[in-house]
Nanobody, 123 residues
Framework: QVQLVESGGALVQVGDSLSLTCVASGETDCITAMSWYRQAPGKQRERLTHIEGDGETWYVDFVRGRFTVSRDNAKNMMVLQMNNLKTEDTAVYYC?????????????????WGQGTQVIVSS
């Protein structure tokens, strides 16, 4: 079992920067790739960025150049640095982690989700 907790959400203004953190606990050695998602009011949850255990990253086009993801496996954490925030970035941001195939698989333990942290960007 893995638990994920996001933190860092806040009310900010257009153009501000903000850093979100996801901390994992439990069977952290079983975590492989991690991702950040967000869900704005009335919209579907969307994947923003993905980072492998070795640090290889992927970004969706509309955040590339503004957002940067990183992870520190020794601290069991992943960070999303967001710059030049826009009102369109207002959403609940979620942490996601995949469970390794080298670890015991159980029903409902293919991946894990945090509870989310709210980011509001005002104009």
């Amino acid at each position: 079992q893995v638990q994920l907790v996001e933190s860092g959400g806040a009310l900010v203004q257009v153009g501000d920067s903000l850093s979100l953190t996801c901390v994992a606990s439990g069977e952290t050695d079983c975590i492989t790739a991690m991702s950040w998602y967000r869900q704005a009011p009335g919209k579907q949850r969307e994947r923003l960025t993905h980072i492998e255990g070795d640090g290889e990253t992927w970004y969706v086009d509309f955040v590339r150049g503004r957002f940067t993801v990183s992870r520190d496996n020794a601290k069991n954490m992943m960070v999303l640095q967001m710059n030049n925030l826009k009102t369109e970035d207002t959403a609940v941001y979620y942490c996601n982690a995949d469970r390794s195939l080298h670890c015991t698989r159980r029903v409902g333990e293919d991946e894990y989700w945090g509870q989310g942290t709210q980011v509001i960007v005002s104009s």
